[in-house]
């Protein structure tokens, strides 16, 4: 794959060109999200890899430019990292698909991340344990969620990463047939029966959840 990088840290940003050349794909590397815009309206990647906290003001940068090139190029596969959990900035995207939210530390964890960049890249999602966990935690009284079984979240946890039933059933080490019910199951509670297929499902759920 072609892959932009955008991270304003030169030794973070090394670090992934690094990783990247040697998983076989071919990197661009830029330090602001000026430049990730600009690099972007020249030649479209086939995957952006952001961080969401860049130059210039430091804050949400990297975020808000991920979330203006989807507008302008809905397929263009986008994966953020970040220092620390901010679901804010996976709301808007998160249900568009091949998005993906990564915190900075599962880098560390090599084959996981080089996982999520290929997921990201063919059109999947591949959301961090971390935040999918932020994104799902009830956090009031009427929370739709609270009528989920603690299976159910469990389950619903591992889909929400980006897995497959297969995946989940390898995960929980119970059958496919098992996963699937529980999906079902999951599906009629959230008032989500009409999703169409596992990759909507995900985009479906998050989508309800974070708004």
Same mark, same amino acid.
């Given at each position: ?15 992934? /060109?690094?990783?990247?050349? &040697?998983?076989?794909?071919? =990197? $661009?590397? +830029?330090?602001?999200? !000026?430049?990730?815009?600009?690099? #972007? ?65 599962? /880098?560390?964890?090599?084959? &996981?991340?080089?996982?999520? =960049? $290929?997921? +990201?890249?063919?059109? !999947?999602?591949?959301?961090?344990? #971390? ?81």
């Amino acid at each position: 794959m072609r892959v932009l990088v955008a991270e304003d840290s030169a030794l973070f940003r090394e670090g992934l /060109v690094r990783l990247l050349v &040697d998983d076989g794909h071919t =990197v $661009r590397a +830029v330090a602001d999200a !000026g430049e990730l815009e600009a690099a #972007v309206a020249e030649e479209v990647p086939d995957l952006v890899i952001a961080d969401v906290r860049m130059p210039p003001t430091m804050t949400d940068d990297g975020a808000q430019a991920a979330g203006r090139l989807r507008a302008v190029h809905p397929a263009l596969p986008i994966l953020l990292l970040s220092q620390h959990v901010e679901t804010r900035h996976a709301v808007d995207l998160v249900a568009t698909g091949a998005f993906g939210y990564v915190l900075k530390d599962r /880098v560390l964890h090599v084959d &996981d991340f080089l996982d999520a =960049v $290929r997921r +990201v890249g063919a059109g !999947g999602s591949a959301l961090d344990p #971390v935040v999918v966990g932020a994104l799902i935690r009830p956090s009031r009284v009427d929370d739709p969620l609270a009528a989920l079984s603690a299976r159910e979240r469990e389950v619903l946890s591992l889909v929400a990463e980006g897995r497959s039933n297969t995946a989940v059933s390898a995960e929980l080490v119970v059958a496919e047939r098992t996963v699937e019910t529980h999906m079902r199951s999951i599906f009629t509670k959230l008032g989500l029966v009409d999703s169409p297929d596992a990759h909507r499902r995900v985009q479906a759920v998050l989508a309800f959840l974070t708004r």
